[in-house]
């Protein structure tokens, strides 16, 4: 029986709910070589800034118990370079283009959204979430009168849809999630990385040469799950939900506390074919109950009372 996987996010068309998280899938072309990536209903590149960026200095990444921590701090080529060199052969795959954004000022974001809104990309996702960064980043994303002004001016520049990515380093992500609402913000998408430390006990030396950095994978997931759970029931707009997904099981665990298309991050890492996984993970969770539409199943949790 066929089943329907088309979702329908800020009125652009997923052929199905699984997208990729920014930082872990490059631009997507090394993972084309594993496998034709016009099978996922999205790709979300890595973050953007207005000019270059080199990131951090090394050791950058860390592994750590079921997850890893990165304090790679934005290394991308800047947005021109972006829209000139890559962004050409991106569009040639029939799929979604989800551009991930950063800025050290308000302004550098809205002259980003300016540009990015007309290159043909489908969905801004604003990232005021990122912990490796000195300016910017996650000192935007964790006060709610903040979000709410970047939120405001920044949403004057986007013509296409513009997803806010919250920060789960916060107390309460529901008066975040309410606070980019209120800012205009289309959609939402939560989680990105939660700060995290580790220190070579030989050395007396924190492992990342930054000292901390963002925490990643499977071991962050029920944190994620309960925060796209808390913000479903804080707000209207759709919410991409992320955080240590790497199968199809884990992605109908975030569709059912409310998140309507799922990123799969560092599972991309250990396992190149992790997104195309959770796409037939998805279908086989449908057809074993014989749901024919996945739509059926967004915020379907049934919680305790
Ligand atoms: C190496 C690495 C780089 C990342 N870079 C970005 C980034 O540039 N912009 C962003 O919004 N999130 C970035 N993230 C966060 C992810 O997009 C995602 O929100 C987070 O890792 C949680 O999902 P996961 O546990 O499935 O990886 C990065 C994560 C990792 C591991």
Same mark, same amino acid.
Request: charged share 20%; aromatic share 6%.
């Given at each position: 029986?066929?089943? %329907?996987?088309?979702?329908?996010?800020?009125g652009?068309?997923?052929k199905?709910?699984?997208?990729?998280?920014?930082?872990t899938?490059?631009?997507?072309?090394?993972?084309?070589?594993?496998?034709?990536?016009?099978?996922?209903?999205g790709?979300g590149?890595?973050?953007l800034?207005?000019k270059?960026?080199?990131? %951090?200095?090394?050791?950058?990444?860390?592994?750590?118990?079921?997850?890893?921590? %990165?304090s790679?701090?934005?290394?991308?080529?800047?947005?021109?370079?972006f829209?000139?060199y890559v962004l050409p052969?991106?569009?040639?795959?029939?799929?979604?283009?989800?551009?991930?954004?950063?800025g050290n000022?308000?302004?550098?974001?809205?002259?980003?959204?300016?540009?990015?809104?007309?290159?043909?990309?489908h969905?801004?996702?604003?990232?005021?979430?990122?912990p490796?960064?000195?300016?910017?980043g996650?000192?935007?994303?964790?006060?709610?009168?903040?979000?709410?002004e970047?939120?405001?001016?920044?949403?004057?520049?986007?013509?296409?849809?513009?997803?806010?990515?919250?920060?789960?380093?916060?107390?309460?992500?529901?008066?975040?999630?309410?606070?980019?609402?209120?800012? =205009?913000?289309?959609?939402?998408?939560?989680i990105?990385?939660?700060l995290?430390?580790?220190?070579?006990?030989?050395?007396? #030396?924190p492992?990342?040469?930054?000292?901390? =950095? =963002?925490?990643s994978?499977p071991?962050?997931k029920p944190?994620?799950v #309960?925060?796209?759970?808390q913000?479903?029931?804080?707000?209207?707009?759709?919410l991409?939900?992320?955080?240590?997904?790497?199968?199809?099981?884990?992605?109908?665990?975030?569709?059912?506390?409310?998140?309507?298309?799922?990123?799969?991050?560092?599972a991309n890492?250990?396992?190149?074919?992790?997104?195309?996984?959770?796409?037939?993970?998805?279908?086989?969770?449908?057809?074993?109950?014989?749901?024919e539409?996945?739509?059926?199943?967004? =915020?379907?949790v049934?919680?305790?009372?």
């Amino acid at each position: 029986m066929s089943r %329907n996987m088309e979702i329908d996010f800020c009125g652009v068309k997923f052929k199905n709910p699984v997208v990729t998280s920014s930082g872990t899938f490059g631009f997507g072309k090394e993972y084309n070589d594993y496998y034709d990536i016009s099978a996922l209903g999205g790709i979300g590149v890595k973050g953007l800034t207005l000019k270059p960026r080199t990131g %951090n200095p090394p050791p950058r990444v860390a592994e750590t118990p079921s997850g890893m921590l %990165n304090s790679v701090g934005l290394q991308n080529p800047g947005v021109e370079s972006f829209l000139k060199y890559v962004l050409p052969q991106l569009k040639k795959i029939d799929t979604n283009i989800i551009v991930n954004i950063s800025g050290n000022t308000m302004e550098e974001y809205c002259e980003m959204a300016d540009i990015i809104s007309d290159s043909g990309c489908h969905i801004i996702e604003m990232n005021v979430s990122c912990p490796n960064v000195k300016q910017g980043g996650v000192a935007f994303g964790t006060n709610p009168d903040t979000i709410y002004e970047i939120t405001n001016k920044v949403k004057k520049h986007c013509k296409i849809p513009l997803v806010v990515k919250l920060s789960p380093n916060v107390t309460d992500i529901a008066e975040m999630a309410k606070a980019a609402e209120a800012g =205009g913000a289309d959609g939402l998408s939560l989680i990105n990385t939660l700060l995290g430390m580790s220190i070579d006990i030989h050395k007396r #030396r924190p492992i990342l040469r930054n000292n901390v =950095g =963002g925490l990643s994978g499977p071991c962050v997931k029920p944190i994620a799950v #309960r925060m796209v759970w808390q913000v479903k029931n804080a707000v209207e707009i759709p919410l991409i939900g992320m955080g240590g997904i790497s199968t199809g099981e884990d992605a109908v665990e975030f569709m059912l506390a409310g998140a309507s298309l799922v990123s799969v991050g560092t599972a991309n890492f250990v396992n190149p074919y992790a997104a195309r996984d959770t796409v037939e993970g998805i279908e086989k969770y449908l057809d074993k109950y014989d749901i024919e539409d996945i739509n059926y199943i967004i =915020g379907k949790v049934e919680a305790w009372n």
